[in-house]
């Protein structure tokens, strides 16, 4: 089992940054690839950015890419999002995922634990 606790959302103003966190607990961690999905209302989750378990390969949405960057600690437990130059449709709950291989994947399916989310809401 593993336990995602996912904090640093809030409310930014376009062109704007926040920084999420994921703090894992459980399994070894450090053998666990994650990932950061979003899901605003009325549509489906979607992928964002995901990294294997030593944070040597990192993956983007096309969306997102050059503006967030995905990284982890793994003495501490912990995953980050630095999301910078926010954009209204970048509004969204994000969630913290993680899987039980190694590798990152890119679709939801593939991830077997989630956090409960944290909200971003960026103004225009």
């Known amino acids: 089992q593993v336990q995602l606790v996912e904090s640093g959302g809030g409310l930014v103003q376009a062109g704007g940054s926040l920084r999420l966190s994921c703090a894992a607990s459980g399994r070894t961690f450090s053998s666990t690839a994650m990932g950061w999905f979003r899901q605003a209302p009325g549509k489906k989750r979607e992928f964002v950015a995901a990294t294997n378990w030593s944070g040597s390969s990192t993956y983007y949405a096309d969306s997102v890419k050059g503006r967030f960057t995905i990284s982890r600690g793994n003495a501490n437990n912990m995953v980050y999002l630095q999301m910078n130059s926010l954009k209204p449709e970048d509004t969204a709950a994000y969630y913290c995922?993680?899987?039980?291989?190694?590798?990152?994947?890119?679709?939801?399916?593939?991830?077997?634990?989630w956090g409960q989310g944290t909200q971003v809401t960026v103004s225009s």
């Open positions: 995922a993680a899987r039980g291989g190694g590798n990152a994947q890119t679709n939801p399916a593939n991830y077997d634990y």
